[in-house]
Every structure is written in C-alpha cells, then in structure tokens.
C-alpha cells in the first residue's frame, strides 16, 4: 500500500478480507471506516482526501453528492476488522507471529525482528531488536552510567579501567576540597563583615561624642546669653 493511503494492506491478512471490508478508493482494508449518506464506506482519511480533491463533492461510488457533516464513523466494524488476524509486518525478517489487527502496534514495540537504530547516541546502525544486546558489545558509541552508582558514564575503552571505588574516593576528596574551600571563603567573609561592624561602631561611637559635645555647647550658650539678657534688662531699670 502507498504510505498515502488510509487503508491496511491487504497482504498483511492471514486471510484474505471480505470484498466488503475493502475501501473502493484505496484498495486497501477499511481503517478507522465512515459511511456516507448514500451508505457507502469507505476508510476517512481516503473519504476527506477524495472530497478536498474533488469539486463536485459527491460519492465515487454513485456520484450522489455527499456531506461531510453527515459522514459517520462505524465502530462496531471498526472492531470486526480489529479482530482480524494479520501476519507481523516483520515476517519478512523472519518473525513468525500472527496477532489482531488491533494488537499490531502493541507487537511492534516488541517485536524482535523489528528493525530499529541503535539507540547510542552518534551510532547510525539499523539492526534487528534482537540483535541489539550484540551490538551493544561492540558499539564504539556504547556508553551507560556505572551501576555502582558513582555516577561516571562509561564507554567500552574506560569500563576496564574504570575502579568505581578509586572513582568515589577521588570525587569525596574533591568534595573536600570544594567544601572547605567555600568554608575558608565564608570564614574570609565573615572577618570582613566583622571588622566593617566594628568600623561601624566606632564611627557611630564618635557621632555620639560630638553631638554630647555639641549639646553641652548649646547648653552653654544659653546660659550665656541668659546671664547677657539679665545684665541688660538691669542696666535699662537702673538708668
């Protein structure tokens, strides 16, 4: 079947399908099928593209003019033909499974002669899925995480080498060393906030003595001129 068409390839059937359940349009076995009002059925996607193509709108079947508003999907056939048998599509690679219709995605996901790429990232290899743990043997681009845990991602060429304890240690010591290097940091900080305190109190310290100095200087003031204002006034009564 062309990869344009909405229907299933008649090959793909253990059985060959009723003539009822193949699409006029496509040739193929009905998939997801709508009836027409002139009770025609055909698979939607085959139905939607005739109609978009074609200016009369109508059936190509009968020719009768067809709405698209009044086309139904029928879900009852759409499980019969879920039910048919088919043979894998990977037969050909040498899977001997037949499933339902209806399971043919669920065993593609699985199936063993299913032909997938390798799933290490710079590898562009095809291979069959049974054949990946072989592949991953040899794969210049394998690579996973240890499964001790410590977390290096390794590859064929450092797996031998790799000692997850050595590994560890030297990460724990590195931890270490960041640690107490912030820890100095932070020490190194704090002194400068503490001698910026205590600049800090001392300035506000001298603030404090010179407004003393500066309110018993008011002070003072006052009494002079209170002393200068009483001479005055008894100087003016004597005269």
Same mark, same amino acid.
């Not at 200016?55 to 009968?62: D, K």
């Not at 209806?102 to 095809?126: D, K, M, N, V």
């Given at each position: 079947m062309s990869s344009q068409s909405g229907g299933h390839d008649v090959e793909l059937f253990v059985e060959t399908p009723d003539y009822d359940l193949i699409c006029t349009i496509c040739q193929g076995v009905l998939r997801c099928p709508v009836r027409a009002a002139c009770h025609h059925i055909f698979c939607?996607?085959?139905?939607?593209?005739?109609?978009?193509?074609?200016?009369?709108?109508?059936?190509?079947?009968?020719?009768?003019?067809?709405?698209?508003?009044?086309?139904?999907?029928?879900?009852?056939?759409?499980?019969?033909?879920?039910? /048919?048998?088919?043979?894998?599509?990977?037969?050909?690679?040498?899977?001997?499974?037949? /499933?339902?219709? *209806?399971?043919?995605?669920?065993? *593609?996901?699985?199936? /063993?002669?299913?032909?997938?790429?390798?799933?290490?990232?710079?590898?562009?290899?095809? /291979?069959?899925?049974?054949?990946?743990?072989?592949?991953?043997?040899?794969?210049?681009?394998w690579s996973q995480p240890c499964h001790m845990g410590c977390g290096t991602v390794l590859s064929h060429r450092t797996q031998a080498k790799h000692n997850c304890y050595r590994q560890l240690r030297h990460e724990y010591e590195a931890r270490q060393r960041n640690h107490r290097a912030i820890a100095a940091a932070l020490q190194r900080k704090m002194r400068r906030m503490q001698s910026t305190m205590a600049d800090m109190k001392r300035q506000i310290g001298l603030i404090c003595e010179s407004l003393e100095v500066m309110d018993e200087l008011e002070e003072v003031e006052e009494e002079d001129l209170g002393q200068t204002s009483g001479s005055f006034s008894s100087s003016n009564s004597s005269s």
């Open positions: 939607k996607k085959c139905i939607l593209q005739w109609l978009k193509r074609c200016r009369q709108q109508t059936c190509p079947c009968c020719r009768k003019p067809v709405n698209q508003s009044l086309i139904f999907v029928m879900f009852k056939l759409s499980k019969v033909i879920g039910r /048919l048998k088919i043979k894998c599509k990977n037969k050909i690679r040498g899977c001997p499974h037949t /499933l339902a219709l *209806s399971e043919q995605y669920c065993h *593609s996901t699985s199936c /063993l002669f299913e032909l997938i790429p390798c799933p290490y990232q710079g590898c562009r290899a095809q /291979l069959l899925r049974r054949d990946l743990d072989a592949h991953a043997r040899h794969c210049e681009h």
